[in-house]
């Protein structure tokens, strides 16, 4: 599992949106804005690149505003424009064959996490490690994230139990693996013990699978074989600010770059133990300004 880079800095134009006001007018209009607060890299490229208006994107020759969807690349703003994230775990995204791509959310966790964030497209799954991955979907086994870990750690206990009656031989041969690993380690830091004590909590968990599709189709592939064995684990007391609301669903049915940064948000709190300090907030980039856009709309258009 990645560990988190603790190099990593907020992008250089970040700016803590967060507004305090006394203000009762200034407080209920900071309500109707669920998104502030963010750390965030400034929106000054989107805005440009939205007045410059779309373009087609070099691949593909789709129309195309901010990022092409169908080809997971940047259209009209380069990669040194936009912040660039790194993630604790590595992310998979099963999409739904029959999910519109301009309408998912997915695209924008791969665009902003490229190097741990994978989009396969259903019936596309991959093989998954199921004491060391996890599904974000709920359900009624479903555990929370600050139980995840511990439930992780329970199957990896009673799978070590299972292997008991393994021949001698091949128990040798692990303890000599090991033995060596702790002898490199104390030459290489001299401090293995307290290493493995600091990542002893999050061990166990390498990926985080999520499903990305209209909820009316979500049936197909939850109940996929391939992600029967795997944890479920759900986002409690979330609430969507997805402008594109489902006909007939709760609010606490998230879009899928929302659950990807609340998941990631409780794991940093819950899991890795650290103040969550916004490490994770410019996952929010492209959605946060889109949410602006068509809020701003609604508004001259008199729908708000």
Known sequence: MSSLDQDQRLHPSCRDKTTVSSDSSDAHELAKQPL?????????????????????????????????????????VTLKEIPVIKLPVKIDIIKH??????????????????????????PCIPDFEKD??????????????????????????????????????????????????????????????????SESR?????????????????????????????????LKMR???FWRRQKGKPDTYLATIEAI???LKDFHEHCLVQEYKGEYDNLLFFYSYLHSVVNKAKTSAGKC
């Open 36 to 76: 502030q607060g963010l750390k965030l890299a400034s929106h000054a490229v989107l805005e440009e690149a939205q007045q410059r208006g779309r373009l087609k994107c070099s691949k593909c020759g789709g129309s195309r505003m901010f990022f092409c969807y169908t080809c997971c690349s940047l259209v009209g």
């Open 97 to 122: 064959p029959n999910e519109t791509d301009g309408k998912s959310t997915a695209i924008h966790a791969k665009i902003l996490a490229p190097s741990d964030v994978t989009i396969y497209t259903y």
């Open 132 to 197: 060391k991955v996890v599904l974000v979907f709920p359900g009624p086994g479903a555990v929370s994230v600050q139980d995840m870990i511990q439930r992780l750690l329970d199957r990896t206990d009673s799978k070590s139990h299972d292997s008991f009656d393994e021949p001698c031989i091949k128990r040798l041969k692990s303890e000599e693996v090991q033995g060596a690993t702790h002898t490199s380690e104390n030459l290489e830091s001299g401090t293995p013990d307290e290493t493995k004590s």
């Open 202 to 234: 999050v061990y166990p968990l390498q990926r985080v699978v999520f499903i990305d599709s209209t909820w009316n189709q979500t049936n197909k592939i939850s109940t996929d074989e391939r992600l029967q064995d795997l944890l479920q684990v759900e």
């Open 239 to 241: 609430k969507t600010c």
């Open 261 to 263: 940064y609340y998941f």
